[in-house]
Nanobody, 116 residues
Framework: QVQLVESGGGLVQAGGSLRLSCVAS????????MGWYRQPPGKQRDVVAR???????DYADSVMGRFAISRDNAKNTVYLQMNSLKPEDAAVYYC??????????WGQGTQVTVSS
């Protein structure tokens, strides 16, 4: 089993920044992709950013240029630096890990609230 623990969510004013962290632990045998998804109230969960073990990244168009994903492979940790936050960025943010065997695990979610 793999456990993911997210931290760093909270309340921030529009234009501000937050940094989310997610640490993976447990029966990890090679992490292929780490990523972040988000789910605003009443809406579907969508991808925000993903990063491969080799450092390749992709972002949702809505966060391109404002958010940056990074990872520390030695610590099994993924980060999401969020800058220039907008009210529409408010959501529950979920960390995901996809292992080399293609199994995907999800964190419990961390709330990000952006006040206008």
């Amino acid at each position: 089993q793999v456990q993911l623990v997210e931290s760093g969510g909270g309340l921030v004013q529009a234009g501000g920044s937050l940094r989310l962290s997610c640490v993976a632990s447990g029966r990890i045998f090679g992490i292929a992709v780490m990523g972040w998804y988000r789910q605003p109230p009443g809406k579907q969960r969508d991808v925000v950013a993903r990063i491969t073990s080799g450092g390749d990244t992709d972002y949702a168009d809505s966060v391109m240029g404002r958010f940056a994903i990074s990872r520390d492979n030695a610590k099994n940790t993924v980060y999401l630096q969020m800058n220039s936050l907008k009210p529409e960025d408010a959501a529950v943010y979920y960390c995901t890990v996809t292992l080399a065997n293609s199994r995907t695990y999800w964190g419990q979610g961390t709330q990000v609230t952006v006040s206008s």
